[in-house]
């Protein structure tokens, strides 16, 4: 049951032809065969008709918390690729760890790889002593061998709810931190650690020495990476300078993802857990401007609305995580089928000599968060 067996597996087309109702039916039935032997994982940005067949619902600390202290033979992940990977790393070797689509990936993770950011380190190094004066830290969005890299220079994870906590041990570690991929979090959580905005220099992977001086990479106390989410993107200062126009008395709350403009002119800024919990806890008939991916706030949306609050989306156009999209029914159908009928596809193994130090990266930020 252990191996992955490509050649009798039930091949997708079939499903590929199936109503999202009739592939409903088929998940329903496939997991009432499998039992207790898969647990379903599923971010908050899954689409509706995958995540109501969730087991458990989370943001990516606590989607990685769950699959560390999960018994289940099979997790089987609704989100992206860095997300399964995690699962697997962090669940026991004879877990497995499933991605119903490999195509689910993260545009965000995918900006930074182990060569370019080998690269900088190299080239840190002829103005610096990186192992002794740089402390890494990857943001969860990215491959395991980047998770690899900062566990074996003494670097750490960090997600979008603990990035600030994770900047404190950093800093604790060396006296500079090289932030990857995503430079929006970075900065904000370096502006909440009060560091001046002058002091965090933008590293481009695709220029020599990332674009910087000598003396600029000497100042910097962060440099970051020349990351961002596509859809995070999306959200403008405008968007939210409207809304205030229009009502004065609404609460604006973005994800840490957004431009720094947009998180600084936000109320509250936070992980997709955060946004969840902070508007259901809100007082009854408030408004609401949420700058974080449409079908989470759709679902947020209508979950409230009996208390009289109003949930708006931030961007005036539709931008969802199209990557986490691929995720639909039909090929959570055909995954559990097959795991019902004894075969594994779509199998996400990090090879065991990164995972290792991948772990040792995720185990630190798990300490302190
Ligand atoms: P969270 O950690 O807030 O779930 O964010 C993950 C992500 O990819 C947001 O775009
Ligand atoms: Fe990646 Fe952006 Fe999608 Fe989050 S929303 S998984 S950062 S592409």
């Known amino acids: 049951m252990q191996a992955t067996d490509h050649t009798r597996t039930i091949a997708f087309d079939a499903f590929n032809r199936l109503s999202d109702k009739a592939a409903g039916e088929r998940i329903v039935a496939a997991r009432a065969r499998l039992g207790k032997r898969a647990v379903l994982l599923c971010h908050h940005y899954q689409r509706a008709d995958v995540y109501r067949h969730a087991d458990l619902t989370g943001d990516s600390l606590k989607l990685a918390r769950l699959a560390s202290q999960s018994d289940a033979e099979f997790i089987v992940f609704c989100g992206v ?28 993770a ?5 060569a370019k950011v080998e690269r900088c380190w190299r080239e840190l190094g002829t103005v610096l002593n990186p192992d002794e004066e740089i402390t890494p830290v990857t943001y969860i969005n990215s491959a395991a061998d980047l998770k690899a890299f900062c566990g074996e220079h003494g670097g750490i994870v960090c997600t979008s709810s603990n990035a600030t906590t994770i900047l404190d041990w950093a800093f604790a570690q060396r006296g500079k931190v090289l932030f990857f991929p995503d430079q929006h979090l970075g900065r904000w959580s370096g502006f ?13 992977p695709d220029l020599e020495m990332g674009g910087l001086t000598p003396e600029r990479i000497r100042k910097a106390k962060i440099l970051l990476w020349a990351g961002h989410c596509s859809v995070h993107q999306m959200f403008q200062l405008n968007n939210i300078q409207r809304f205030r126009s229009e009502h004065p008395q609404g609460i604006v709350i973005s994800h840490p993802e957004c431009a720094f403009e947009v998180c600084h ?3 509250y800024v936070g992980s997709t857990e955060y946004i969840l919990n902070t508007i259901k806890a809100g007082p009854p008939n408030t408004r609401w401007l949420v700058g974080t991916e449409l079908n989470l706030v759709d679902r947020l949306a209508e979950e409230v609305k009996a208390e009289g609050k109003i949930v708006q989306f931030m961007a005036t156009n539709i931008c969802m995580c199209s990557t986490m999209q691929r995720i639909d029914p039909q090929h959570l159908a055909w995954t559990l089928e097959n795991l019902a009928e004894g075969r594994v596809v779509n199998h996400i193994s990090v090879p065991p000599h990164e995972a290792r130090l991948a772990k040792v990266a995720l185990q630190r930020m798990l300490d302190l968060s």
């Open 192 to 204: 909440k650690k009060g560091i001046p905005l002058d002091e965090m220099e933008i590293w481009n």
């Open 265 to 267: 002119a936000s109320d």
């Open 81 to 108: 690729h860095f997300m399964a990977e995690v699962a697997d790393i962090l669940s026991r070797p004879e877990q497995i760890a499933i991605l119903p689509d490999l195509a689910a990936g993260c545009s965000m």
């Open 110 to 114: 995918d900006m930074a790889n182990l």
